[in-house]
């Protein structure tokens, strides 16, 4: 079955540090991908999308990365912060199966 | 959470009653999106509709139904013949065609005893 794969273990690093999250996809071809934020009870909140035919895409400290080859996308944090802190979700979408979200990997940032 | 609000955030319901979840935006949206969300899953998509009196079943549509009589309304009920109907709930919102970001609502966890 078509599915998105996020390491379901929490990720702890230290305040400054990068931090990178995976997200990896099987049995289908998104056109793109998306990564959300989430914060406990709340609604996700969009961050960033990246085409299939986008190596990377940068907003402000955020940096995501689109391998066709690996089937995978990598989402990083640079100079992480405590409010960087929350679970993100990966989601990918195609015309075939719409959106399909991963469960997310939780984030800690130490101080 | 943007323009969306989903009320009420928490609701309790005994077994074998229906509920209906709110869900209003003021995005000038046409689509409109139900998920559910279960401890350690990722969102399924419930019911989606991209215009208004127009509706689809999504992943998980059995034991559910929605209307879309309003550009900005999206209800969704909750029957009594879902089987395991306690869940943390999200609508969404999105420009029409292709979701390229959707707008998520607080959520509305519902538990039903």
């Known amino acids: 079955s078509q599915k998105i794969e996020q390491n379901s273990e929490a990720l702890n690093i230290q305040e400054g540090k990068t931090a990178t999250l995976t997200c990896n996809y099987t049995?289908?071809?998104?056109?793109?991908l998306q990564w959300y934020r989430q914060d406990p009870g709340r609604g996700p909140v969009f961050l960033l999308l990246?085409?299939?035919?986008?190596k990377e895409k940068r907003k402000e400290r955020l940096k995501v990365t689109f391998d066709t080859t690996l089937k995978q996308s990598l989402f990083h944090i640079t100079a992480s912060q405590p409010a960087d802190s929350a679970t993100y979700l990966c989601?990918?979408?195609?015309?075939?199966?719409?959106?399909?979200f991963g469960s997310g990997t939780r984030l800690s940032i130490r101080p | 959470d943007g323009g969306i609000t989903q009320s009420p955030k928490y609701l309790f319901r005994k077994e074998g009653q229906n509920v209906t979840l709110s869900c209003e935006q003021n995005l000038n949206h046409d689509a409109m999106y139900w998920y559910r969300q279960d401890p350690g899953q990722g969102l399924r998509l419930i019911y989606y509709?991209?215009?208004?009196?127009?509706?689809q079943k999504g992943d998980i549509a059995e034991g559910y139904s929605v209307s879309r009589e309003k550009k900005e309304s999206f209800p969704l009920t909750v029957t009594s013949a879902q089987k395991n109907p306690t869940a943390f709930y999200l609508c969404a919102s999105s420009i029409a065609g292709i979701p390229y970001e959707q707008y998520f609502g607080p959520g509305t966890r519902l538990t039903v005893t």
């Open positions: 509709s991209q215009i208004v009196n127009d509706f």
């Open positions: 990246i085409r299939e035919n986008e």
């Open positions: 989601a990918g979408y195609s015309s075939a199966s719409k959106i399909i």
């Open positions: 049995n289908y071809s998104p056109a793109y």
